[in-house]
């Protein structure tokens, strides 16, 4: 089961740009990288999954280099409502009987006014 | 608004008693799970289901139990609750399979404290 490091904090301004970098050196060939959104006391969000390249949404974008070993997620100009944990998870479950996704520590984004 | 549903969202009671946390989801996923998370702290998986009549153990050691009678229901028990199962638990769903089986949908939580 492929895991991930990512950085355990991070500090940005409102309306400046975030990149947080996730490391996954083991993923396997059919493992996706799949980015969560947890605000206190509520149960993790999905926000962007990606398999290859980049892939936008109308909350982020996701880039991924041709080795697939790192992600980066990016938010475009973050504001206090951004402020949350951040999770970096990899894995395979289509179909799969194993069914489980491992969420690590995650990266807790903190935006000042 | 909420596609998963979970009850309570909060609960205090006394050791020994016995407790079921409901989850109910209405989107016909096949997969659904159940994570603790104390504060600040990662999501341990405790169980999970693929399907009807199927359960199995997550990576988290858990004195309680699930069953999965129906597709969208996935309660999961404490026969004998204790103050260090004080948690938040946390209910998921996801489709059985295609790049959306990654993509789990969580309810609220439930906040459990065992005095």
């Known amino acids: 089961l492929a895991k991930t490091t990512q950085p355990i904090s991070m500090d940005s301004y409102e309306g400046q740009e975030v990149n947080i970098t996730c490391s996954h050196n083991?993923?396997?060939?059919?493992?996706?990288i799949t980015w969560y959104q947890q605000f206190p006391s509520q149960g993790p969000r999905f926000i962007i999954q990606?398999?290859?390249t980049k892939v936008t949404n109308e909350v982020a974008s996701l880039f991924i280099p041709a080795d697939r070993k790192s992600s980066t997620l990016s938010l475009p100009r973050v504001s206090l409502s951004d402020t949350a944990v951040y999770y970096c998870?990899?894995?395979?479950?289509?179909?799969?009987?194993?069914?489980?996704?491992?969420f690590g520590r995650g990266t807790q984004l903190t935006v000042w006014p | 608004e909420a596609d998963i549903y979970q009850t309570p969202r909060y609960l205090v009671i006394g050791t020994g008693k016995k407790i079921t946390l409901e989850c109910s989801q209405t989107m016909g996923h096949d997969k659904m799970y159940w994570y603790q998370q104390d504060p600040g702290m990662e999501l341990h998986l405790i169980h999970y289901?693929?399907?009807?009549?199927?359960?199995e153990k997550g990576d988290l050691s858990s004195e309680s139990t699930v069953s999965r009678i129906r597709t969208e229901h996935f309660p999961l028990t404490l026969e004998s609750a204790r103050p260090s199962h004080t948690s938040q638990y946390l209910c998921a769903s996801s489709p059985g399979g295609g790049s959306g089986a990654n993509v789990l949908t969580f309810g609220a939580g439930s906040r459990l404290t065992v005095l």
């Open positions: 998870l990899v894995g395979d479950i289509r179909g799969s009987t194993l069914g489980r996704l491992y």
């Open positions: 990606g398999y290859k």
């Open positions: 083991n993923i396997a060939t059919n493992d996706y």
């Open positions: 289901s693929y399907g009807v009549n199927s359960t």
